[in-house]
């Protein structure tokens, strides 16, 4: 069993709503910045169901005016087993 950090999931989908309310952005501006048909993916995100991209990742920092540090919330105490 090896350290390595992880993801966050839950905790990184209530920075993307807590940033989203900040910049004042609702769910459907987003959903019309990304081109999407329905909300479901942002709605998603915000639930720590699904993770961005990372091409919308990038564009959702841009979006938020943030750093991709500041969206991510990283779990560095995870223990992986990793196969060498």
């Known amino acids: 069993m090896?350290?390595?950090?992880?993801i966050d999931m839950i905790r990184?989908?209530?920075?993307?709503g807590r940033l989203r309310k900040q910049a004042k952005l609702s769910v459907k501006d987003l959903q019309d910045i990304f081109g999407f048909a329905t909300p479901q993916a942002i709605y998603k995100w915000q639930q720590g169901a699904a993770l961005p991209t990372i091409d919308n990742l990038v564009v959702l920092a841009?979006?938020?005016q943030v750093h991709l540090d500041d969206i991510l919330v990283i779990d560095s105490a995870t223990q992986v087993q990793i196969s060498a």
């Not at 090896?2 to 992880?6: A, R, S």
């Not at 990184?12 to 993307?16: D, M, R």
């Open 62 to 64: 841009a979006v938020l």
């Open 2 to 6: 090896v350290n390595l950090p992880v």
């Open 12 to 16: 990184t989908g209530q920075n993307i």
